[in-house]
């Protein structure tokens, strides 16, 4: 058994509840539009953008190195919860397990993004996904900047 670990951090969002949430959980094929410094491409290999259960193949740019991820979608519509787990990709040679989870939950006038990464290392040398962190958030802070510049 491998060493487990978990990142966790808030995100602060202009856009909806709905909004973010409808993205990354059915129209994440647009995320390129909003982040195309980070994700060159992303692409349907087995069912389809909708259905969880679908499988994606991630192409995206981290600390200047390309990667790929493939990816797994979980959701929960009561909690407004979407999950990405690893299949393939550049994270399972770092870790055996790789859970990425992005909630978005209301605040009074607003909304946030809770963000965690759930790992398994392969090994106590091997880092924290603190890169995966900053990239994960990255991302969510540049469709929610997108959404907002979209409905103005």
């Known amino acids: 058994m491998g060493i487990e670990g978990k990142l966790e951090a808030e995100l602060e969002l202009k856009s909806t509840v709905d909004k973010l949430y409808k993205r ?3 129209e994440i094929h647009h995320a390129p539009d909003a982040s195309s410094d ?7 290999h ?3 953008w909708e259905t969880p259960g679908s499988v994606k193949l991630w192409t995206y740019t981290i600390d200047g190195k390309k990667e790929t991820f493939k990816e797994k979608i979980e959701v929960d519509d009561e909690t407004k919860t979407v999950t990405l ?3 393939d990709g550049h994270v399972l040679e770092r870790y055996k397990n790789y859970k990425l989870i992005i909630q978005i939950v209301p605040k009074e ?3 946030v993004a809770k963000i965690a990464i759930n790992v398994e290392k392969h090994s106590v040398n091997v ?6 962190m900053q990239f994960a958030m990255g991302i969510v802070k540049d469709i929610d900047e997108h959404l907002v510049a979209q409905a103005q």
């Open 127 to 132: 880092p924290d996904p603190h890169d995966y």
């Open 38 to 44: 980070k994700i060159h491409a992303i692409e349907v």
């Open 24 to 26: 990354l959980k059915s």
């Open 85 to 87: 787990v690893a299949v």
């Open 109 to 111: 006038d607003h909304a």
């Open 46 to 48: 087995e069912g389809d």
